[in-house]
């Protein structure tokens, strides 16, 4: 049939050849209700691309930085402390140090877990902000240190280099080594030979010497000390 038309106004019926019905409104084309869909598809698509783009910038970690800071080192072989000057730089948090000592480049077989009172292979309760007592805080001027127990190996000795690594999860303060200090010599030494050393030997660059004597004559070649028979620079 060609089609039939409804009574109701404004809308038609019409039957197509196949026998199929159709629904047509006068004035509007059958395109024209795409447009508005796309344009939502499109408003969504954006609105969920800058949702997630801000959420991956306020979600983003922050880099760890470095904190900075000058700290001197002195080791007492006739009490076994080690303490750390903090000499400038930025106040350091205590509670997020590493601290790693080497004597004569091997590792203590135990470390000190700062901020601390009491820990194996340590006598006694660290001093300054090393202690758990003590405020975090360790700022520039105060001193921090460790006493070594006598079970904690390696020892330390008159000649002993002692080496004090500070770090924190993001990196490395500083590395210090320093020779350990109160070490003493009594007695007449000679001999014709070259080298004549002391107790504490041969020293290189960046060793310290503090507290330390000799009480005697030393008689040989070249290069004789009573404390040291050679000192090894670094120009």
Known sequence: MSGVENSRPGLKYEYATTGAMSDTVPGNGGDQGVTPVVGVV????????????ISAALTT??????????????????????????????????SELN???EVDGTALAEQPPVPFVGADG???????????ESPDEWRAGER???????TNTPPLSADSEVTVVVATDSGVIQEITTTVKN??????????????????G???????????YAAGTVTGGSNV?????????QW
């Open 42 to 53: 499109v408003l969504v698509a954006v609105t969920v691309v800058l949702a997630v783009s």
């Open 61 to 94: 970690p922050e880099t760890a930085v470095t904190p900075s800071a000058s700290l001197s080192l002195t080791v007492d072989s006739k009490s076994n402390d080690i303490m750390l000057t903090h000499r400038g730089g930025d106040t350091l948090d205590v």
């Open 99 to 101: 601290i790693r000592i």
């Open 122 to 132: 340590f006598d006694g309760t660290p001093t300054g902000p090393f202690n758990a």
């Open 144 to 150: 921090a240190g460790v006493r070594l127990a006598g």
């Open 183 to 200: 070490t003493y010599a009594i007695g007449t030494v000679t001999r014709s030979r070259a080298c004549i050393d002391g107790p504490l």
């Open 202 to 212: 041969q020293i290189g660059t960046g060793a310290t010497v503090e507290t330390s």
């Open 225 to 233: 000390g009573g404390l040291t028979g050679r000192n090894f620079l």
